[in-house]
């Protein structure tokens, strides 16, 4: 038995007159999240953050959680204004052995420094709000797409556009696509397949409506494969890149219509699946951390990534077994929303056994990109250092062509290779459709 147990020349009846003293003025007033607590600084989120691992001003993820919140506590305590260098790759969540939630609290700093310490007027502001909004400024920009990749794409504009609102010159604007997946989509006629049995609702999201529609096509046609009836409903953007901005109202204006929406199909027996590992990671943790719409708890909770739901419930290892496309080779990197969700070797496990295909893990590394903090003039070299391992791993695997469920992944492994990079929806496609 320890002294803590029995303290020396203490009876047990002598025990009992202890009193526990209150160490703070008034703990009614604490503000701490829940978990905060639970910290006990072993810096593990710390080690897994790849921003503290390149940039050696960054304070890491156990001070802007449970520390910056236990400083919360007194009224002059302001945020850090470092919580700005966050990416919001989540990957700190996982690396907690006291499962602290310190993207929760990441992301809620985060949306009190935006509300009430940064100015509105300032360039970072602005910046930060347009880039938030990419759907906004995307639907605009799909109506006219020809023009608009003309523009985007002129190194002018680029310097412009650095020099003004601080977007980083040293990346290709992605193209939109000459029709978009919810025009293609209306033009089909919606869905061609019935089921009482096999319904979901797609969240198709931002990037595969405006610029990558064949992903979103190959969704439809390999569920439709399977008989599954979809769904596609009015939706808004996920909020990903408003949380790590902090745009938090802006967010849970999203979040409204989007719960609103895809519960009211739950209701009627459709399961939810994203194409897009962070727009999964949204509805299914975000979403309940930060919001109490209704619905929200039903809606988490029957979201899916598209692979995850197919491995769930169709038999796709053997599927696949008697399936059979052209040679080919894949550098494949799992996204840190992806692990966030258990689902970082999906890919690598469903196509090792698919004939005429070689995939190859590049590794556990952060891609460096994070949505738009690689975007941003500022944050554009730590993203790339960021890459750096994932660069390295995927210049010596075997495979020149890369493969991620991420859209801003891809962006950087295409950005920092050069490899044409595919979504493993499409390779299943190829595979079964």
């Known amino acids: 038995m320890s002294d803590a147990e029995n303290p020396p020349n203490v009876t047990p009846d002598e025990q009992t007159d202890f009193e526990p003293v209150q160490v703070f003025d008034d703990e009614t007033e604490m503000d701490l999240r829940p978990g905060a607590d639970n910290c006990y600084k072993c810096t593990s989120c710390d080690t897994s953050c790849p921003v503290a691992e390149v940039n050696d001003d960054f304070p890491g993820p156990k001070f802007q959680g449970p520390e910056q919140w236990r400083l919360k506590r007194k009224d002059d305590a302001d945020i850090d204004d470092s919580i700005m260098s966050c990416s919001n790759c989540m990957r700190c969540d996982n690396a907690c052995p006291s499962s602290v939630p310190l993207s ?11 509300d009430e310490q940064m100015d509105k007027l300032s360039r970072e502001y602005i910046r930060n709000r347009i880039l938030s909004n990419y759907r906004t400024m995307a639907e605009i920009g799909s109506k006219v797409p020809r023009l608009t990749n003309f523009l985007m794409g002129n190194s002018l504009v680029q310097k412009i556009n650095e020099k ?16 978009t997946f919810r025009e293609w989509w209306a033009e089909r006629g919606g869905a061609k397949v019935s089921s009482d049995e096999k319904k979901i609702a797609y969240f ?28 596609v409903p009015r939706q808004r953007c996920s909020g ?19 719960v609103s929406e895809f519960n009211d199909l739950l209701e009627e027996g459709y399961d ?3 194409s897009c590992t962070s727009c999964s990671m949204s509805l299914r943790q975000e979403y309940p951390e930060l919001f109490e719409y209704h619905g929200t708890e039903e809606v988490a909770a029957n979201t899916y990534e598209a692979m995850e739901y197919l ?13 059979s496309v052209s040679e080919q080779s894949f550098a494949y990197h799992a996204p840190c929303h992806a692990r966030n969700q258990g ?14 295909v070689t995939i190859e893990d590049v590794g556990d590394s952060c891609s460096g990109i994070s949505g738009t903090y690689g975007w941003k003039e500022e944050k554009y070299e730590t993203s790339m250092k960021i890459g750096e391992e994932m660069f390295d791993h995927m210049s010596h695997a075997e495979g020149n062509v890369g493969m991620t469920e991420c859209p801003t992944c891809s962006m950087q492994m295409e950005h920092g290779t050069g490899y044409d990079i595919k979504h493993p929806l499409q390779l299943l496609e190829e595979a079964l459709v």
């Open 104 to 114: 929760q609290m990441h992301n809620t700093a985060r949306g009190e420094y935006v």
């Open 343 to 356: 689902l970082d070797r999906q890919a690598v496990e469903l196509f090792r056994e698919l004939d005429g």
């Open 311 to 323: 491995r769930i419930h169709e038999d796709l290892e053997s599927e696949l077994k008697d399936a």
């Open 164 to 179: 003004v609102l601080g977007i980083t010159s040293e990346r290709e604007f992605p193209e939109f696509a000459q029709q």
């Open 272 to 274: 939810i699946v994203a």
């Open 240 to 258: 990903t890149p408003m949380f790590a901005n902090g745009m938090l109202d802006d967010a849970g204006r999203a979040a409204k219509t989007n």
């Open 204 to 231: 198709h999201g931002c990037y595969s409506n405006y610029n990558t529609p064949e992903v979103a096509k190959a969704l439809v046609r390999v569920y439709e494969e399977f008989g599954y009836e979809i769904a």
